[in-house]
């Protein structure tokens, strides 16, 4: 897997899968560690015991539109805040959106939304960009609760359990055989 943590600028993925597909992006966000908990464990498991490019991992203010358009699909993962996506994800598709439109259309996506008790907000702004870039949603939206309401709650450092872990990485792993395997 590759994952850039510098601030060098847009990093790019490099060509991957057998199938000559570009990688798995999955982009991510968060501010008290439960979508990048969920993030990891979902490109640790589209990278498998691949060593290769399958999958690239970028915090979203490392991503920009030449790591969106070498990408063969994309999963999307952000905290809810304030019943939108987090501001920086938002940065992240507003710096992204019009560079590749109409450069990655019926490319497959989903995504991951870590939140105190909702979700669905973040979800539709998703869904509702995905669908101007015309992305195609390969699963269902999954939205992680932490249970975070109060304001002590919501500024704690989170812990994601083992079964929303499992289902991030079996989300990783079947997007990036998809891609591998080019069935989308
Ligand atoms: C400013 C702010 C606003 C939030 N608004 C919402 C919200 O509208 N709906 C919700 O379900 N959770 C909301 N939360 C809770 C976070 O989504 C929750 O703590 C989540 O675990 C954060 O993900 P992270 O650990 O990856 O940062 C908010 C948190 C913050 C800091």
Known sequence: MKERTDLQGDAKPADSS???AGPLLVVWWSATGGTEQLARAAADA???SDPGDAVVLLRCDLAGPEAVSSAGGYLFCTPENLASMAGMMKDFFDRCYYPVLDRIVARPYASIVCAGSDGTGATRQ????????????VAEPMIVLTDAQTPEAILAPKRIDEVSLQAARDLGEAMAAGIGMGIW
């Open 18 to 20: 057998a199938t000559g």
């Open 46 to 48: 589209a990278a498998g």
């Open 126 to 137: 998703i869904d509702r960009i995905a669908t101007g870039w015309r992305l195609r949603r």
